[in-house]
């Protein structure tokens, strides 16, 4: 059976992270742990070595804008050694509106630097700015994550070529499973984004993705195996590209 993949998860949200880092590695687990800030990025290259199930993503979350200011220098040092960018992104929810320009001028930063790398994206009531920006870098692997605008966007992000990683809250809502339905089954990838995702009730915690792939699989009438293929082959698609 294919190995599993996680497209984002938040190792450095969980207290116990060093125990966690080594888990995954025995559990072979392929992980994307994102980053919301590049001197994090910084200290988690620095404590803990990539594998070749973990990853870590050089990120600057726009959910950051109102308290931390973007460090471009940090950004950049490391830049060379990142082959993930995320989580990076737009969001123009009530709460981050006000720093919108700021939010659209370090995206449109990132993408710049960032054209051949697999990106972790966030969006939030931003569709159209976050398309123009994509579109005009040309960002060539991105993955958005927990989507949930319009699915008129799907459509036109998938003219982009952008790939989708969806997780178990979007399985067990309405509205999540409709886009998930939406998206063509060779542009689907699964995400935890643990810690801030629930799996059957509880807190995720990394030894619960298998049951993300099975929940999923459930949804789409795939078995298990047939869904572990098809996500391991979009994936390797994806890094090819
Ligand atoms: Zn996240």
Known sequence: MSKLIDMHFHLDFYPNHSQIYSD?????????????????FEACMDL???????????GYNPRCVNDVPFNKNAFLRNLKRAKYIGEVGLDFSSKFYKNKEKQIEIFDFICEKSVNKIMSVHCKKAEETLYEILNHHKNSKVVLHWYSGDEFWIEKFLELDVYFSVNANMVNSDKGMKIIKRIPIESLLIESDGPFTKIDGKKYTFDKLNRVYGLLGDLLNMSLEKIN??????FIRLVGK
């Open 48 to 58: 803990y070595p990539v594998t070749k199930y973990v990853q870590f993503g050089l």
């Open 229 to 234: 293929s098809q996500i391991a082959e979009n």
């Open 24 to 40: 995954i590695n025995k559990w072979c687990q392929h992980t994307l742990c994102v980053t919301n800030q590049p001197e994090i």
